[in-house]
């Protein structure tokens, strides 16, 4: 399952700040669309619109052709920087819950999530507590909760953020054909400029607030090779100087 996602002068304030100004995205069935930006720029803002959690002040926003918030956000899943994991619930039970929020069955659910398990490197940590993970496993426990959804449409904000440098490019590596299988189309909010390029089809920058997009690059999901070779590319310290030199000077250069 697929869907399209297109918003069109999207415009929204909370009260009297103005957090996004006439935004225009176009994210195709499959594809994964990157969003950068200072901090305060609208990025999570621009998520929650697209989800319907938030009804834009002005512009149109469509998931799969449909509108209405309430469709929306039934073809949205979203995972949140923090893992959010319940700490009295076990790995898989935490993994199962958007399942059980659908209305499955416990042991359905449980066994819809415990499929994913050894795939993701969590195999025999089912039954485990979330504190006796590690910063890195309980985030692939969320991806877990996250896709099993079933929703065409994934919303990642600043998934990775709350790793150490090591653990985070591990799990960039791990991500990249985790998106490509899942066959979800992708909005993935990150300050970090390598996650961007590294994960993305095209990475959308945003200017400080009102956020408004100022450029679009290449990202380099299609690249094959390993992560330490890709990122080290001169194609790759091209773009990344590129965005770099966009985000500091919010988009002037262009």
């Given at each position: 399952?697929?869907?399209?996602?297109?918003?069109?002068?999207?415009?929204?304030?909370?009260?009297?700040?103005?957090?996004?100004?006439?935004?225009?995205?176009?994210?195709?069935?499959?594809?994964?669309?990157?969003?950068?930006?200072?901090?305060?720029?609208?990025?999570?803002?621009?998520?929650?619109?697209?989800?319907?959690?938030?009804?834009?002040?002005?512009?149109?926003?469509?998931?799969?052709?449909?509108?209405?918030?309430?469709?929306?956000?039934?073809?949205?899943?979203?995972?949140?920087?923090?893992?959010?994991?319940?700490?009295?619930?076990?790995?898989?039970?935490?993994?199962?819950?958007?399942?059980?929020n659908q209305g499955?069955?416990?042991?359905?659910?449980?066994?819809?999530?415990?499929?994913?398990?050894?795939?993701?490197?969590?195999?025999?940590?089912?039954?485990?507590?979330?504190?006796?993970?590690?910063?890195?496993?309980?985030?692939?426990?969320?991806?877990?909760?996250?896709?099993?959804?079933?929703?065409?449409?994934?919303?990642?904000?600043?998934p990775l953020a709350?790793?150490?440098?090591?653990?985070?490019?591990?799990?960039?590596?791990?991500?990249?054909?985790?998106?490509?299988?899942?066959?979800?189309?992708?909005?993935?909010?990150?300050?970090?400029?390598?996650?961007?390029?590294?994960?993305?089809?095209?990475?959308?920058?945003?200017?400080?607030?009102?956020?408004?997009?100022?450029?679009?690059?290449?990202?380099?999901?299609?690249?094959?090779?390993?992560?330490?070779?890709?990122?080290?590319?001169?194609?790759?310290?091209?773009?990344?100087?590129?965005?770099?030199?966009?985000?500091?000077?919010?988009?002037?250069?262009?």
């Amino acid at each position: 399952m697929t869907a399209t996602v297109s918003a069109r002068g999207l415009t929204h304030a909370y009260g009297s700040l103005d957090v996004l100004e006439k935004v225009d995205i176009e994210v195709e069935a499959g594809q994964v669309l990157a969003v950068a930006g200072p901090s305060g720029c609208g990025k999570s803002t621009l998520l929650q619109l697209v989800g319907g959690l938030e009804r834009p002040g002005a512009g149109r926003i469509e998931v799969a052709g449909r509108s209405d918030a309430a469709d929306r956000l039934a073809g949205c899943a979203w995972m949140p920087q923090r893992d959010c994991l319940l700490p009295w619930y076990s790995a898989l039970d935490n993994a199962a819950l958007a399942l059980l929020n659908q209305g499955r069955s416990k042991n359905d659910a449980r066994a819809a999530a415990a499929e994913r398990f050894e795939h993701f490197g969590l195999g025999g940590f089912e039954e485990a507590l979330p504190d006796k993970l590690s910063g890195g496993m309980r985030q692939r426990v969320a991806f877990i909760r996250t896709l099993v959804s079933g929703k065409p449409v994934m919303l990642l904000d600043e998934p990775l953020a709350a790793l150490d440098a090591i653990t985070r490019a591990e799990l960039q590596e791990w991500l990249k054909p985790i998106l490509a299988e899942s066959g979800a189309t992708v909005l993935l909010v990150t300050h970090d400029v390598e996650e961007a390029i590294f994960l993305a089809d095209r990475v959308a920058v945003l200017s400080p607030r009102p956020g408004r997009i100022v450029a679009t690059i290449e990202g380099a999901r299609g690249t094959l090779g390993e992560r330490t070779e890709i990122v080290s590319s001169a194609s790759f310290n091209q773009r990344r100087e590129e965005l770099l030199g966009l985000l500091r000077s919010g988009g002037e250069a262009r």
